[in-house]
């Protein structure tokens, strides 16, 4: 559940603290803004679809429906502009289950659980061996043709049939946990594939709220002398209004 009443004083606290943070600490300030009610051990545990799909409806709390895209042909590099709804997006969660996910492939049959935030970024740690390490944390138990196997012997001994199915049924669980685009191009009509990734994209939003506020707050404390928490105080509209008069002064 998104709290929709956070304000542009607190908005500005995340944007200042995310400052020193990069990817996992922004997404986790950002995803604590969707959430003020959870604590940290909390939102790391969550399934990355479910966080993914609390980002969407935070950046719709705060920015409206409309998110506008760019990107770049991969086959002639045209740019190509379109618009997204977040309202789809955000509706996009992972599935409810009452335990962990089997796939079962001739002899093998792999219980799962869908990876949470904690697995995938300290999975990121590993760099080349990121995918071996998701997989050995997420598998809840391996068995081949009746006879267990140790999490950790998995990355070798799995057939590549099975990690397609394993992937697959991942994916299927949790469609928001990677939101991939595929659009035409309009020059060329090749297709090109790109990764959306919403604690970014929002990152870079607030980024831009928040430097434009700052700017506002400079130009009507100058104007006026009022101090910060006054300016914040005033609704977008007559802090718009004030402007103006500023401008037309």
């Known amino acids: 559940m998104v709290d929709t009443g956070t304000g542009p004083a607190e908005l ?9 943070h990069h990817g996992p600490g922004r997404a986790l300030l950002l995803h604590r803004a969707a959430r003020p009610e959870s604590g940290t051990d909390a939102l790391r545990s ?3 679809g479910e966080r993914e799909a609390d980002l969407f409806a935070l950046r719709r709390a705060l920015f ?16 190509m502009e379109f618009d997204l709804d977040a309202r789809d997006l955000a509706a996009v969660g992972p599935e409810q289950s009452a335990g962990p996910l089997r796939v079962t492939d001739g002899e093998w049959v792999v219980e799962f659980r869908l990876p949470t935030v904690a697995d995938i970024e300290a999975a990121a740690g590993t760099g080349p061996e990121a995918p071996h390490d998701l997989l050995a944390r997420c598998t ?17 001994a799995l057939p590549g049939s099975l990690r397609r199915r394993l992937a697959e049924a991942a994916a299927a ?8 685009l595929n659009v035409a191009c309009p020059e060329c009509g090749e297709a090109t594939r790109a990764e959306l990734d919403i ?5 870079t939003e607030l980024d831009s709220w928040a430097r434009d506020l ?9 104007a006026y002398g009022w101090s910060e928490p006054e300016i914040l105080a005033l609704s977008p ?11 037309d002064g």
Do not use: F, K, N
């Open 199 to 203: 604690a970014s994209y929002l990152w």
């Open 237 to 247: 509209l007559r802090r718009r209004y004030y402007l103006e008069l500023c401008a």
């Open 12 to 20: 500005l606290a995340i944007w200042e603290a995310g400052l020193t």
């Open 64 to 79: 409206g429906e409309r998110m506008q895209t760019r990107v770049e042909c991969g086959a002639c590099g045209e740019a």
């Open 46 to 48: 969550v399934p990355v």
């Open 173 to 180: 669980a949790d469609p928001a946990a990677d939101v991939t």
């Open 140 to 156: 809840v138990s391996a068995v081949r043709a009746g006879r267990p196997v140790p999490a950790d012997r998995l990355p070798s």
């Open 214 to 222: 700052l700017l506002d707050v400079h130009l009507l404390a100058t």
